[in-house]
């Protein structure tokens, strides 16, 4: 059986496990590592277990924990080229870690196939990932992602289980305090996904067969979760298809349930 848990999803901080029987895997470890091996320990998982730390790109949020957890645990870390050349620029990486180009064909990190898919967004060489557990369930996690591409769509298409990118209402950012440049940076075909493109795509994969959607990296200023949910539960509403029937619905935060598959 595997297990999925969102440990971290939000503009302060992102962390995804992803398990089984023969151990598990990181996607970012974007708080520190001591809140990471908390919180695993808070779901059942020896930190000692993981196999590997995947990282989709070089944002603090997103790798502020990685070199520590990765030293004290010694566990091996991969991203694309990019990310690894972003995250040795901005002195991520030493010495003592152990780093690897993932291929765009995938690799295999205890008893897990992991695949990276391009995602446009502002900075090297960004990633989303599925992931096939040894039982064959297929789970994804697609996050700042400026605009749903054809790339990332086939990719996550079909999947059992998505951590999809619902990270702000449009009229909040507008409106909110935010600096003009960075609502326009949010706002572009490389910043983050609305709670509207969310929403439409969702409704695009869940008539591929995907039944299990976690909404991820909510923005705290512009974005509340309930908001979030709503918009996503109306459209897939709209499409004629019922709550916890055809498919089940959830926000991640901070300290998420696991979910088994």
Same mark, same amino acid.
């Given at each position: 059986?595997?297990?999925?848990?969102?440990?971290?999803?939000?503009?302060?901080?992102?962390?995804?496990?992803?398990?089984?029987?023969?151990?598990?895997?990181?996607?970012?470890? #974007?708080?520190?590592?001591?809140? +990471?091996?908390? &919180?695993?320990?808070?779901i059942? %998982?020896? *930190?000692? $277990?993981? @196999?590997?730390?995947?990282?989709?790109?070089?944002?603090?949020?997103?790798?502020?924990?990685?070199?520590?957890?990765?030293?004290?645990?010694?566990v091996?870390?991969?991203?694309?080229?990019?990310?690894?050349? #972003?995250?040795?620029?901005?002195? +991520?990486?030493? &010495?003592?870690?152990?780093?690897? %180009?993932? *291929?765009? $064909?995938? @690799?295999?990190?205890?008893?897990?196939?992991?695949?990276?898919?391009?995602?446009?967004?502002?900075?090297?060489?960004?990633?989303?990932?599925?992931?096939?557990?040894?039982?064959?369930?297929?789970?994804?996690?697609?996050?700042?992602?400026?605009?749903?591409?054809?790339?990332?769509?086939?990719?996550?298409?079909?999947?059992?289980?998505?951590?999809?990118?619902?990270?702000?209402?449009?009229?909040?950012?507008?409106?909110?305090?935010?600096?003009?440049f960075?609502?326009?940076?949010?706002?572009?075909?490389?910043g983050?996904?609305?709670?509207?493109?969310?929403?439409?795509?969702?409704?695009?994969?869940?008539?591929?067969?995907?039944?299990?959607?976690?909404?991820?990296?909510?923005s705290?200023?512009?974005?509340?979760?309930?908001?979030?949910?709503?918009?996503?539960?109306?459209?897939?509403?709209?499409?004629?298809?019922?709550?916890?029937?055809?498919?089940?619905?959830?926000?991640?935060?901070?300290?998420?349930?696991?979910?088994?598959?």
């Amino acid at each position: 059986m595997a297990r999925f848990c969102s440990l971290f999803s939000s503009s302060s901080g992102n962390c995804t496990y992803i398990g089984s029987p023969q151990g598990g895997i990181l996607i970012d470890v #974007g708080v520190s590592a001591k809140k +990471t091996a908390d &919180a695993l320990k808070d779901i059942g %998982v020896d *930190p000692c $277990s993981i @196999t590997a730390i995947f990282v989709t790109h070089d944002h603090a949020d997103h790798i502020n924990g990685v070199r520590v957890f990765a030293e004290r645990h010694g566990v091996k870390v991969y991203a694309s080229q990019g990310t690894l050349e #972003g995250m040795e620029d901005a002195g +991520t990486i030493t &010495a003592k870690m152990k780093t690897e %180009v993932i *291929p765009y $064909s995938g @690799t295999e990190s205890g008893g897990i196939f992991i695949r990276p898919f391009r995602t446009p967004h502002d900075t090297a060489e960004s990633t989303g990932y599925t992931v096939v557990t040894h039982d064959g369930k297929r789970l994804a996690v697609a996050t700042d992602i400026g605009k749903m591409t054809d790339t990332v769509m086939d990719a996550i298409h079909g999947c059992d289980l998505i951590l999809l990118e619902s990270n702000h209402d449009i009229g909040m950012l507008r409106n909110g305090p935010y600096p003009f440049f960075l609502k326009e940076r949010i706002l572009s075909d490389r910043g983050h996904l609305s709670n509207e493109s969310c929403a439409a795509a969702a409704v695009k994969l869940m008539e591929s067969g995907t039944t299990r959607f976690v909404l991820g990296h909510l923005s705290k200023e512009n974005n509340i979760p309930a908001l979030a949910y709503e918009t996503t539960r109306a459209a897939m509403r709209m499409a004629g298809a019922a709550e916890n029937l055809d498919y089940i619905l959830t926000v991640a935060g901070d300290y998420n349930p696991v979910i088994s598959l």
